[in-house]
């Protein structure tokens, strides 16, 4: 019982000694920034940026091109080395979409980073309310943090299905729609399951390096109703783009009586026709195999359900509406190599 007790209490003092030294460690941490902060205000000249005011409109949803030339733009800066103010003071109407895609390109590690700063709306202003409530300056810009809650919003990120990542979304749903809608909110799973191993295998898929998908969530309370939002970027080629660059290895006779798409794709005068026309049949897959390309089928099928009020795909020059196949939207002159899901579920009160 001795040693008992003389091992505890040496087990205690241990603790607290490490304890200690932690904290006077994480003082000395703290006032070693501190010290540095205060040396570079005063004596390191201040870094002059270039600036690039956003369009009043910065929305992927409602001003694709100004929107999508705008980041062009700021990206040729920074591939040119070039300090840059992504300046969006000025921003009058942005969304969900658009902040997830800016969300992707800033953790992109192909983003050089170092050369960029960014300015968000001022506070009081419409588009700055949805910047606070996604935390976007304290877990985007200063900590470059992928994965996150914080009150409305939910970011998560990888490189492939990830289970946890995909019950956590769904857990948000449930929590928010109420336990007595589970059982209709039961699909929603499959579909970011499918969306999610669709944008890793845009390229090849014996490919390694894989570039994240990013997920975002937000929660609008209406009058009467509830709304979650959703959107899913994947930063690679982008849809058209990667079937139209791998269409060369369709130039086989068995490959052309497999994917129907080869003179279909020759033909097409725009990409949103194309991809309104052919996702509901499956669009093939950049690959060659069989087993894929159905993803984005299942999805088109599955948002055809009441509770999806907006369904939407965007990617390359090409804007999806798969609520409303009937009339393609008119493509854009400039290309995003991306794909961006955005869809919202609503239920009344």
Partial sequence: MRKQARRHAVGVRRSLQEFDRRQKHGARL??????????????RPKQEYADSPAPEVFSILNNRSATVSYMQNIDKNLQNRIFTRLNLSGVKETDLATICLLTGYMLDSKT???????????????SRKLFDEVEFDRMVIKQRRR????????????????????EDIL??????????RRNELLNLSPVIVEIVENTGFHADPKKENKLPWIFNTHIVRGDGYRELEYCIVDLGVGMYDSIKKNV?????????????????????????GFLTKNIPNGIGSSTNEIHRGKGVQ????????EMYQVFDIITNKAHVKLKDMSKPVKDIPENLSATIYYWKIRFND
Wanted: aromatic letters at 10%; proline letters at 3%.
């Fill in 30 to 43: 703290r006032a070693y920034h501190v010290r540095r902060r205060e040396f570079n205000q005063r004596f």
């Fill in 112 to 126: 050089r980073s170092p050369f960029l700063e960014v300015v968000i709306p001022p506070k009081g202003t419409n």
């Fill in 147 to 166: 994965q996150f809650t914080s009150g409305r919003f939910l970011s998560r990120s990888d490189t492939q299905v990830n289970t946890d990542a995909i």
């Fill in 171 to 180: 857990n948000v749903t449930v929590d928010f729609f109420g336990e007595e």
């Fill in 248 to 272: 060369e290895k369709w130039n086989t006779a068995k490959a052309k009586v497999i994917h129907r798409l080869t003179a279909v794709l020759d033909h097409s005068t725009t990409q949103s």
């Fill in 298 to 305: 299942y999805v088109a099928l599955r948002a055809k359900d």
